[in-house]
């Protein structure tokens, strides 16, 4: 079974800063997809980034990377210059196949991150 | 263009009572997902539908849980005889094919009494 592992249950930042927030997998699938999505207080689940195992780049969506590191099953994401508005809780999430086709997303417990002035 | 809506925002219901929860995905998605967030952890899967049909229910806890998709667009959550466990925010989620991005809505908080 998949496992996504997030170990800091809360993070701080300063406006401005950048921020890593971390995520290992546990999969035996050779072809694998990683996500990250952003959850505000308002409930809703926002996309912010993906990344595919056989990519060769990490992946960057404007001040969002991911550090993706294969051999040690770790996606972080990094936050560039950090908002106010980027004060939210972070879910990483890694995609499985199912049987009837399509898949299904494997989440963590998530990271909840507050940027102060 | 318009995102993927649920309805309603908010539901409290007594113990033993039914309900039914109300998605529209994003026009055109074919697939569709249900997720159940319990406080202080990740959503976790309960069923996906491509078009009309129930792919894989395999995260549905028990037989009090059941969704249908009659004509491949709007989804219905129905749970019977709710228990106090049944309590979450359930999220649902639509994508393009079976294998793309999900993009999500904004959820149902279910409180039951």
């Known amino acids: 079974a998949q496992k996504i592992t997030q170990t800091q249950p809360g993070m701080f930042v300063q406006e401005k800063e950048a921020v890593t927030l971390d995520c290992t997998y546990d999969?035996?699938?050779?072809?694998?997809?990683l996500f990250w999505y952003k959850q505000p207080s308002s409930g809703e689940m926002i996309f912010l980034i993906y990344q595919g195992s056989y990519d060769q780049q990490n992946a960057t969506e404007g001040r969002y990377s991911l550090n993706f590191q294969k051999a040690r099953k770790s996606a972080n994401l990094v936050i560039s210059a950090s908002q106010l508005g980027d004060s939210a809780m972070y879910f990483c999430?890694?995609?499985?196949?199912?049987?009837?086709?399509?898949?299904?997303?494997?989440f963590g417990t998530g990271t909840q991150l507050k940027v102060e002035l | 263009g318009a995102g993927v809506s649920q309805t309603p925002s908010n539901k409290v219901t007594e113990k033993g009572k039914y309900v039914e929860l109300r998605c529209d995905p994003i026009s055109g998605h074919t697939a569709l997902y249900w997720y159940r967030q319990s406080l202080g952890q990740g959503p976790e899967f309960l069923i996906y539908?491509?078009?009309?049909?129930?792919?894989?229910d395999s995260g549905l806890p028990n037989d009090r849980f059941f969704a249908v998709r009659p004509e491949g667009s709007v989804s219905t959550l129905k749970i019977q005889r709710t228990e106090r466990g049944d309590s979450a925010v359930y999220l649902c989620?639509?994508?393009?094919?079976?294998?793309?991005?999900?993009?999500f809505g904004p959820g149902t908080r279910l409180t039951v009494l």
């Open positions: 999969t035996s699938d050779p072809s694998y997809g």
């Open positions: 999430a890694m995609r499985e196949n199912l049987m009837g086709g399509g898949n299904k997303l494997t």
């Open positions: 989620a639509s994508s393009p094919g079976q294998t793309d991005t999900q993009y």
């Open positions: 539908f491509q078009g009309t049909g129930a792919a894989d």
